[in-house]
């Protein structure tokens, strides 16, 4: 998590005061003692990257324990089913993150239905999840760049074919994958979602930061 805290000085700047940071390892049991600490300076808001086991923990401990309606806000490593399963709807209600792929439950979009042909086919999968739906997502942009590389791969074609890629969309994108030779991130946006009934719902206009590395992003960046 120390990059997020670094993202978070970047993008609040002034705007915000830092009451607090605690650090986890990956295999810690649970959060409760970081929490009990941010509690005690009087944190506002929680801003959280961990697993969605951990996470879980955390969200759990505040709302079950401490009867603390903290608001969190997440990473999207944690915004997905399995957090849901393991904090449970209700504790999860209202939890901020970002969301750039269609969600599991969207089996009305054309993308999500052909992708639950696919993995029910190939898988034997019945329902899909945010990690089967990212699986997509690399595997189409894979294919796209291997298409580019033509029949004569090497490394080096390899190489250029991916940082040829524009203006492409895989079937469970939100919006476009943009490479070149200095940009190797082809998801520079997302979408704010919070969880409503157990599921992520997108809210607000696209975030986007495309042509800016995370690394030198501020908040200007965000508001172009």
Not at 41 to 61: E, L, M, N
Not at 63 to 84: C, G, H, K, M, Q
Not at 116 to 125: H, K, M
Request: charged letters at 25%.
């Amino acid at each position: 998590g120390l990059d997020g805290i670094t993202g978070i000085r970047q993008g609040v700047g002034d705007a915000l005061e830092i009451v607090g940071e605690e650090t986890h390892e990956v295999l810690d049991a649970d959060l409760n003692a970081p929490v009990d600490r941010l509690k005690a300076a009087g944190a506002d808001v929680i801003a959280i990257w961990a697993t969605p086991r951990q996470f879980s923990t955390a969200i759990k401990h505040a709302r079950l324990d401490l009867d603390w309606d903290v608001p969190f806000v997440l990473s999207t490593v944690s915004a997905n089913e399995f957090s849901v399963v393991l904090a449970g709807p209700e504790v999860l209600e209202g939890t901020v993150s970002v969301v750039y792929l269609r969600q599991a439950w969207e089996v009305d979009d054309p993308g999500v239905a052909k992708h639950l042909e696919i993995i029910r086919q190939y898988a034997g999968i019945d329902d899909a999840t945010t990690l089967t739906i990212y699986g997509q997502h690399i595997a189409e942009l894979m294919e796209e760049v291997l298409k580019r590389a033509g029949k004569d791969l090497t490394r080096e074609s390899l190489i250029k074919a991916a940082e040829s890629v524009a203006g492409f969309q895989c079937s469970v994108c939100l919006f476009t994958a943009n490479m070149s030779p200095t940009d190797h991130d082809p998801v520079q946006a997302a979408f704010l979602a919070r969880a409503e009934g157990g599921r992520w719902v997108r809210f607000g206009n696209l975030v986007s930061y495309e042509g800016v590395l995370p690394c030198g992003m501020t908040a200007a960046d965000l508001k172009k």
